[in-house]
């Protein structure tokens, strides 16, 4: 089965993955489509009755309209907020990627695509031998990566596309998150990055827009080319 989704990865974390993966999710429901979220590996829980939940998988759980239980948005998920191999090793347990793949290719057996958020960074390892590029080859679906704009995020976003490009992936685009108010060095960061990586498939407000997706020239989807990387014969 050729899975179909899309995988939204980051230059660090605390960027604003799962806020950008959550509009994804809304606007690919917004053309007609059955949408599944996946969050893998989740490092930091709460504690929720009687369970231990995730507030970033649980935010694309809501964002899904399908009903999927909890631990198949996050199969894998750790108390302490940390490198999930730190986490996992304080556990006593190992991610398994088998394991994940198994739950991706039962959320894609349910939707038309399955938008996947990843945790930390593109390299953040996941055990003592594998990282999140490797999960990403094992997912084998088009990344997009999230450029929080912030000082650094230059050389951030330069690396971490060639890290993208160099494991055989399809890069489908990478998306501009205003982190703190606009401003004009927050402005110059946006330009240079465009002349050097292209346009952005998003441009992120600093305010999150309530009420869903918002069309207007500083929050646009390309939502055509994100229908090509997840769905090509979908047509809005």
């Known amino acids: 089965m050729k899975r179909r989704g899309i995988l939204v990865t980051g230059t660090d974390t605390g ?26 590996v989740a490092s930091g829980a709460v504690r929720v009755g009687d369970a231990w939940l995730n507030d970033d998988a649980l935010e694309l ?33 190992a991610v398994d990627l088998d394991r994940l793949v198994d739950a991706l290719d039962r959320l894609a057996a349910l939707a038309d695509c399955v938008v996947v958020e990843g945790v930390g960074g593109w390299r953040v390892p996941l055990n003592d031998h594998e990282d999140m590029a490797d999960l990403a080859r094992r997912f084998d679906l088009p990344v997009v990566l999230v450029v929080g704009l912030r000082l650094g995020c230059i ?57 869903g997706v918002v069309w207007t020239s500083n929050n646009h989807i390309d939502l055509v080319e994100i229908l090509r990387l997840v769905a090509p014969s979908a047509s809005i």
């Not at 799962?18 to 599944?36: E, I, M, S, Y």
């Not at 205003?178 to 292209?198: H, K, T, V, W």
């Open 61 to 93: 759980q809501r964002a899904a309209a399908l009903d999927i239980p909890y631990d198949w948005v996050n199969p894998s998920l750790f108390r302490m907020a940390t490198s999930p191999h730190l986490a996992a090793r304080v556990e006593g347990v």
């Open 15 to 40: 960027i604003g993955k799962t806020h950008v993966a959550v509009r994804l999710v809304r606007a690919l429901q917004f053309a007609g489509l059955k949408v599944a979220a996946m969050k893998p």
């Open 155 to 211: 050389n951030h976003a330069r690396l971490t596309s060639e890290a993208i490009l160099d494991s055989g992936l399809v890069m489908g685009g990478w998306i501009a998150n205003e982190l703190f108010p606009r401003s004009q060095e927050s402005q110059d960061m946006l330009y240079a990055l465009e002349e050097i990586m292209g346009r952005p498939l998003l441009k992120m407000p600093f305010e999150p827009l309530q009420g």
